[in-house]
């Protein structure tokens, strides 16, 4: 009785080790070019999707041109193999190409599936087969089914995000032509063209598990525990948390931090006049004029009020527009009252607001506020 039942052991070890060398050469048919379509195995149903996935990724970068890339920041477009940074997205091209061409192949081989995005520059791209061009990955995938019978794993959620790197500072989206002002702007607006994974209290998507979690972490009540160590600061999310903890404590300045020169800043506002006023970095360009902006958020003030012409705020006495508040205050005290409060420490001269006396220093004086500050003080 013992024998018989080592015997049925041996037996469904052996045909479970059969079932897994066979399981491994359909795989390896699947993926060799000289395997007819007719031979190809269907689905493997017990695949992880991590491995479809990977699978369809690596038949797409071997018969493209399509470019991995990992980043883009202050200093340039980054490699996705050797994270070598480079200036010119023609440079990043042309060196994956031809440095990681045998390692094309194995962009996010080692990814897991809740953190899995892949970043590609489709600019020109074509399949290597035939040269044939192509707008968009998805048609360019039907291209290879049909035509050369390179085999996908079909009804998969898709993680495959376009990009057409220029090297322009603004970033437009290739699925509908939105401009933004850098790498985190855009990646962040993706989400709204990759909702695979969607917060169930505000509705908003994602395109992997791992950047839902991490947003989720928001909605969580505003008085959360979320203490600092070292100085016990409390912040509403996790995140908040750790980026107050690299900055304030540990010296490690994110988003504030120059990527060209590694300088540190408090803010970001900091960060990017710095890029402009020492590296010559240009800012977001007002898409109505040549003006050019630090900020987004200083772009869009200027074309309300420049370009679109509000004027929200209106003088009681006389009815003029203005967009900024204190400006028709200053109108109101300069125009319409007597009263000359501000005076000029240089000549003496009464002004109704100080930015009518900031403006007087520098047309006939030559100085700023800060420069009349700094001569005060040294004396």
């Given at each position: 009785?013992?024998?018989?039942?080592?015997?049925?052991?041996?037996a469904?070890?052996?045909?479970?080790?059969?079932?897994?060398?066979?399981r491994k050469?359909?795989?390896?048919?699947?993926?060799?070019?000289?395997?007819?379509?007719?031979?190809?195995?269907?689905?493997?149903r017990?695949?992880?999707?991590?491995?479809?996935?990977?699978?369809?990724?690596?038949?797409?970068?071997?018969?493209?041109?399509?470019?991995?890339?990992?980043?883009?920041?202050?200093?340039?477009?980054?490699?996705?193999?050797?994270?070598?940074?480079?200036?010119?997205?023609?440079?990043?091209?042309?060196?994956?190409?031809?440095?990681?061409?045998?390692?094309?192949?194995?962009?996010?081989?080692?990814?897991?599936?809740?953190?899995?995005?892949?970043?590609?520059?489709?600019?020109?791209?074509?399949?290597?087969?035939?040269?044939?061009?192509?707008?968009?990955?998805?048609?360019?995938?039907?291209?290879?089914f049909?035509?050369?019978?390179?085999k996908?794993?079909?009804?998969?959620?898709?993680?495959?995000?376009?990009?057409?790197?220029?090297?322009?500072?603004?970033?437009?989206?290739c699925?509908?032509?939105?401009?933004?002002?850098?790498?985190?702007?855009?990646?962040?607006?993706?989400?709204?063209?990759?909702?695979?994974?969607?917060?169930?209290?505000?509705?908003?998507?994602?395109?992997?598990?791992?950047?839902?979690?991490?947003?989720?972490?928001?909605?969580?009540?505003?008085?959360?525990?979320?203490?600092?160590?070292?100085?016990?600061?409390?912040?509403?999310?996790?995140?908040?948390?750790?980026?107050?903890?690299?900055?304030?404590?540990?010296?490690?300045?994110?988003?504030?931090?120059?990527?060209?020169?590694?300088?540190?800043?408090?803010?970001?506002?900091?960060?990017?006049?710095?890029?402009?006023?020492?590296?010559?970095?240009?800012?977001?360009?007002c898409?109505?004029?040549?003006?050019?902006?630090?900020?987004?958020?200083?772009?869009?003030?200027?074309?309300?009020?420049?370009?679109?012409?509000?004027?929200?705020?209106?003088?009681?006495?006389?009815?003029?527009?203005?967009?900024?508040?204190?400006?028709?205050?200053?109108?109101?005290?300069?125009?319409?009252?007597?009263?000359?409060?501000?005076?000029?420490?240089v000549?003496?001269?009464?002004?109704?607001?100080?930015?009518?006396?900031?403006?007087?220093?520098?047309?006939?004086?030559?100085l700023t506020?800060?420069?009349?500050?700094?001569?005060?003080?040294?004396?």
């Amino acid at each position: 009785m013992t024998s018989f039942c080592l015997v049925v052991v041996i037996a469904i070890q052996s045909d479970r080790k059969r079932r897994r060398d066979k399981r491994k050469n359909e795989l390896k048919e699947e993926r060799d070019d000289n395997v007819p379509l007719h031979r190809l195995i269907a689905r493997e149903r017990n695949l992880p999707e991590m491995q479809k996935q990977w699978h369809n990724l690596t038949l797409l970068l071997k018969h493209s041109n399509a470019t991995p890339f990992k980043d883009r920041n202050d200093a340039g477009f980054v490699c996705a193999y050797c994270y070598r940074i480079f200036q010119d997205p023609d440079t990043l091209r042309g060196h994956t190409h031809a440095d990681h061409k045998h390692q094309k192949p194995d962009y996010k081989a080692s990814a897991g599936l809740s953190t899995f995005v892949a970043f590609l520059d489709i600019t020109d791209l074509k399949c290597t087969i035939c040269e044939m061009p192509f707008i968009t990955i998805t048609a360019l995938m039907e291209h290879l089914f049909s035509e050369h019978d390179k085999k996908f794993y079909l009804g998969l959620t898709d993680y495959f995000q376009p990009f057409k790197l220029t090297p322009d500072q603004d970033m437009k989206c290739c699925l509908c032509d939105q401009i933004f002002h850098n790498m985190k702007l855009l990646m962040q607006h993706m989400n709204l063209h990759y909702r695979n994974f969607i917060c169930t209290t505000c509705g908003a998507g994602f395109v992997n598990s791992f950047r839902l979690l991490r947003h989720e972490t928001t909605h969580v009540k505003k008085k959360s525990s979320y203490a600092c160590r070292y100085c016990g600061q409390v912040f509403a999310s996790e995140s908040k948390k750790k980026a107050h903890v690299n900055t304030e404590h540990k010296g490690i300045a994110g988003e504030s931090v120059c990527r060209i020169c590694t300088a540190r800043f408090k803010n970001y506002y900091q960060k990017t006049r710095h890029m402009a006023q020492v590296h010559n970095v240009e800012g977001i360009k007002c898409s109505m004029c040549d003006k050019r902006f630090n900020l987004k958020s200083t772009l869009v003030l200027h074309m309300r009020s420049v370009h679109f012409k509000e004027r929200p705020y209106e003088c009681s006495v006389c009815n003029m527009g203005f967009f900024i508040k204190r400006h028709m205050l200053g109108h109101y005290l300069a125009t319409h009252t007597n009263e000359r409060k501000v005076k000029c420490e240089v000549c003496g001269k009464a002004y109704a607001t100080e930015n009518s006396k900031g403006k007087h220093l520098k047309k006939s004086h030559g100085l700023t506020k800060a420069s009349l500050i700094a001569s005060n003080v040294s004396k």
